[in-house]
């Protein structure tokens, strides 16, 4: 019988133990009040027939730590697919769909805004489904990522952002989704695929290759190459924001309640495109970061129980707070990492190793082409930087790449003795279902009462 390799070393395991006793009194009685609190936000209310709760770039903190903070949720609120599209028809600013995660540099070197796929769901969400499914006959079992690209894009088909920057190592449904919006009147550039797995091949060669498919996708975006040097610029500034991000998560493990997971979630979406203000998204950074410095001088004393979790949150606003409500913090995210691209090569090439090292890490998901079976080295990695005690799983329904993910997590940390939980959502801002619920409060209590 194979012995689980243990996660965290034994001294380390022995604080944990201690901790954890304090922490499963603390969840047992947690009556910590709910910081999530948006103007319309009660979670599971039924409004015309339907749940409702507000998108967490929506949401507002209760009680902030810190000024920051409340200037960070109104940063991040102002800026969404309106914004872009307002930028768009009354400054003449150019915008495409898509570019807004590892490729994020090339965008603002080329004076391109990037419209996140994500706005594609962030409203009208169920409406885009319904047209997928009863104008193009997608199957109501079918991803609902799939369905509201179809139904959204169709609407949308007249708008102002009519390009659409697509890399082709996405899912087939997905090259289906993006070939059917070329049908339909889009302007659509496709990164040839590459991935970090092939064999036989130098992977300097493969990096040479994404460079120059870069190179051809600038032209696409400004009608020339891109300015090296400007690119070498926007890497740096990239990297300057993923340090602070870092550094005020390690600080956040000190002082685990001053920024909620929330909040953590504006800090990492902000990270590639500064809400369309670096100047600031920086100063809020660096006010953050000197008060949590300051802060963590006195590390909190109040148990808390850290978690990782892999994936999109599933449930949005009420599945943060469920957790928060059993001071259970969310201590580190797999989805968004705070890796820094290379700054000893050139600038095209590092946007290439970045995407390999994250294909190899699992980071990003699989529409960048990440690994399924290399996911869980990020989360042993999160496990023994922050000490976490239970990992929750998330993945899309119907997913088959998701799907495989979390069967070979769950296979994984079992083996290890390491809690999991696995849980399947929709891209629908809905409030967590009672499913959901049950799976996360018995999880919960797993936990209280294993340690
Ligand atoms: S969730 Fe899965 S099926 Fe849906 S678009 Fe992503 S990879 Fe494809």
Redesign the pocket.
Known sequence: MNTPTPLMPDSAATAATAAATDNAAAIATAARGIRVDALDYEPGVTRHGSRHQPNIYDAKVENPFSQAIVELGELARSWNLERIEHLVVHEGRRAVWGGAAWDSPLLRATDTIPASIMELWRKESHRSERIAEDTFHIPSEF?S??KTMIGRWHTKRDDPIKRILAFSS??E??SMVIEHARNIGYEVYTLEGVTAFKVGEGLENRAKFLAAELRKASVWLQGKPVDEDRLSAEIRLKNAALKKVARILDLRLKRPFDIGSIEVMWLLGGSSGYFGNPGKYFEILDRLLAELEEAAKTPETRPSLPLILAGGPPGGLSFFQLLEKADAVLVGFVLLGTSLYREDMPPLESLAHYLFESQLRGELG??TGASALLRRRGIEALIEKTGARGLISSA?T?????SLVQQLERNHFRKQGFPIVALEHTVHNDPTTEEQTMKIKAFLEQLSESF
């Open positions: 991803c990522m799939i996405g899912c449904p997905m699989e529409a899309i119907a997913c088959p790449y998701a």
